[in-house]
T-cell receptor, first 111, second 117 residues
Framework: LAKTTQPISMDSYEGQEVNITCSHNNIATNDYITWYQQFPSQGPRFIIQGYKTKVTNEVASLFIPADRKSSTLSLPRVSLSDTAVYYCLVGFNSGNTPLVFGKGTRLSVIA | GAVVSQHPSWVICKSGTSVKIECRSLDFQATTMFWYRQFPKQSLMLMATSNEGSKATYEQGVEKDKFLINHASLTLSTLTVTSAHPEDSSFYIC?????????????FGSGTRLTVV
């Protein structure tokens, strides 16, 4: 699996847009980029997945440049409830391969 | 959507006793489930891959005699922490793949907080 690098932590005020960038220089041609969110004492929750360009859903947007060596998770107008750890994962994950988590980014939203 | 149920959500046990954690896929069948452990302020660490009807595959450094995994049906995998010690106190999370989708399709349980006293 391609190794990922994310900031350890980020702080933001409520109502601001938060962008978390993940580096994955060794991404393979058939790898997808997936982001998960984890609240304290809960299991991770899928947020968004993409392969290239831009993906948007009701929760977030994912921006992937043409070289795919990085990606940016964008959370619009965060609230206190968005305080969580965000994990960037890269891989094809066919069959029954497990997800391998990196260290993630701890986002703290301040009132 | 696909749901993975984990039980119990928390448990306190005495040193030397065994604890069983259940992981169920509620609305789909899972031939494979995954078990993770997470210590405070750390990321999820894969412990083992549970295979229905066969032996689990353990990650390097995980004692298979201590962490017994049974996957007897397509909807249930259990993790038994045997002879628990305080250092086994952790947050245990299971996961299963609800759909075969490139790069995704994984669903996680809500986790089990184990405290060994």
């Amino acid at each position: 699996l391609a190794k990922t690098t994310q900031p350890i932590s980020m702080d933001s005020y409520e109502g601001q847009e938060v962008n978390i960038t993940c580096s994955h220089n060794n991404i393979a041609t058939n790898d997808y980029i997936t982001w998960y969110q984890q609240f304290p004492s809960q299991g991770p929750r899928f947020i968004i997945q993409g392969y290239k360009t831009k993906v948007t859903n009701e929760v977030a947007s994912l921006f992937i440049p043409a070289d795919r060596k990085s990606s940016t998770l964008s959370l619009p107008r965060v609230s206190l409830s968005d305080t969580a750890v965000y994990y960037c994962l890269v891989g094809f994950n066919s069959g029954n391969t497990p997800l391998v988590f990196g260290k993630g980014t701890r986002l703290s939203v301040i009132a | 959507g696909a749901v993975v149920s984990q039980h119990p959500s928390w448990v306190i046990c005495k040193s030397g006793t065994s604890v069983k954690i259940e992981c169920r896929s509620l609305d789909f069948q899972a031939t494979t489930m995954f078990w993770y452990r997470q210590f405070p302020k750390q990321s999820l660490m894969l412990m083992a891959t549970s295979n229905e009807g066969s032996k689990a595959t353990y990650e390097q450094g995980v004692e298979k005699d201590k962490f017994l995994i049974n996957h007897a049906s397509l909807t249930l995998s259990t993790l038994t922490v045997t002879s628990a010690h305080p250092e086994d106190s952790s947050f245990y999370i299971c996961s299963a793949r609800a759909e075969e989708r490139a790069g995704g399709g994984y669903t996680f349980g809500s986790g089990t907080r184990l405290t060994v006293v």
